[in-house]
């Protein structure tokens, strides 16, 4: 079959091992990207949360060293990100005796000192907690043979840059180097241009696409019906639903209003220590939580399938951060929603947006707390393609 993962060129070994784990069909970002990465090729993976990017690099990582010396690293944004790969990567690599560590703040150093002790093949990290081990001298990466970028457009938007750049420089010249990234700005294509060589760029959607199975509506509100909007929808909504707010101050207020009219939810933010934000998310999972309020940061890495509605109670400062935060429902095959509130001084926040999705957006009305969809009604068409960048290779 050639929808198969052995059509792809991975090994008996491994399809027995992936048979067991019953993953039988690959993804479209696993389709389109194992080949090249199995053949070596640095490669540029245009592709949401929730695709199956994980397994598109790990298994091709696994395979080329049952027969390569070296090791991988896994750079990824945040440390809940880095426990959820390593903890896929895991199960598959741990069968041909590959170790992984992961390698992330607000964790024992002495622990990851003696994990690194056991030669591990496979390093999971965040920036700024390998760059620890690297300026301590606890680990040299003079062997990485595979370089992952995972999520590399969030690792941009939170500042990474700089500690990227000094990882590039501490790597070996030699070495295959696989980006994957949701969107394409021009920090990307500066990455790709100056660190990697000839990539195949692969994509399941455009760079900025928004995921297809969800349902977008934008409701034209002032900011003091925001939050009796917000209250009608969920009453309305029976489902799981993550809320956006701009600031941690709004998503305190949003969370502690509901918290008073009866609703189930809780808050992830930068305010919330470390232990807060786990519980919240534990909680959210298992359903004791059927709301969760949440600011960009604080929700980058998150990986829950079961989300049904997105609310963005506050547009986001940049149009990326819309097509992240909506890319959060939808998942695994599922269909989803997202609603977005725009005040009325918002009309080219929505042209951004637009523009980058290459979609006009449906405005809807909800009396008696909206506007008329007459206000944002003299937009202009939206372009349907823009321009690529010359030095790719394409499939």
Do not use: W
Not at 177 to 185: E, G, I, K, V
Not at 233 to 257: D, M, P, S, Y
Not at 307 to 313: A, D, F, K, P, W
Request: net charge positive; hydrophobic share 40%.
């Amino acid at each position: 079959m050639m929808n198969h993962f052995s059509a792809l060129g991975i090994t008996p070994q491994i399809l027995e091992v992936l048979d067991r784990l019953h993953f039988e069909t690959p993804t479209p970002i696993q389709h389109q990207s194992i080949p090249p990465c199995l053949a070596g090729s640095d490669v540029i993976g245009i592709a949401q949360t929730g695709t199956g990017k994980t397994l598109a690099y790990a298994l091709p990582m696994i395979q080329r060293f049952q027969t390569m010396q070296g090791h991988g690293l896994i750079l990824l944004p945040t440390r809940e990100l880095a426990l959820q790969v390593d903890e896929a990567i895991r199960k598959i690599a741990k069968q041909f005796g590959m170790g992984t560590v992961v390698l992330i703040g607000q964790e024992s150093m002495g622990r990851q000192l003696e994990a690194l002790r056991r030669r591990p093949r496979i390093f999971v990290a965040t920036p700024g907690r390998l760059l620890d081990h690297l300026q301590r001298r606890t680990l040299s990466l003079h062997h990485v043979k595979i370089l992952v970028l995972d999520e590399a457009d969030r690792m941009l938007d939170m500042g990474f840059a700089p500690q990227i750049n000094r990882i590039f420089g501490s790597l070996p010249g030699e070495r295959q180097t696989l980006l994957y990234s949701a969107t394409m700005p021009s920090g990307i294509v500066r990455i790709a241009a100056s660190h990697m060589k000839l990539p195949v760029r692969v994509e399941v959607a455009p760079s900025g696409t928004a995921p297809e199975k969800v349902e977008q509506e934008i409701i034209v509100v002032h900011k003091e019906s925001k939050q009796a909007l917000l209250e009608t929808i969920l009453q309305e909504h029976a489902g799981t639903v993550l809320v956006f707010a701009r600031t941690k101050r709004g998503a305190n207020k949003i969370c502690r209003n509901l918290f008073h009219k009866g609703f189930e939810s809780a808050e992830i933010h930068s305010n919330r220590t470390q232990s807060q934000r786990q519980k919240a998310l534990e909680g959210f999972r298992r359903g004791r939580h059927r709301i969760l309020v949440a600011t960009d940061i604080a929700s980058r890495g998150l990986d829950i399938s079961h989300i049904s509605l997105v609310i963005n109670y506050d547009l986001p400062d940049n149009s990326e951060d819309y097509v992240h935060r909506i890319g959060r429902t939808a998942r695994a095959g599922r269909e989803g929603k997202a609603i977005s509130f725009a005040t009325p001084d918002q009309r080219n926040n929505i042209r951004g947006i637009e523009k980058l999705i290459r979609k006009t957006l449906k405005i809807v009305s909800k009396k008696p707390f909206s506007l008329s969809p007459e206000i944002f009604s003299a937009r202009p068409a939206v372009p349907h393609r823009r321009g690529r960048h010359s030095f790719f290779r394409r499939r």
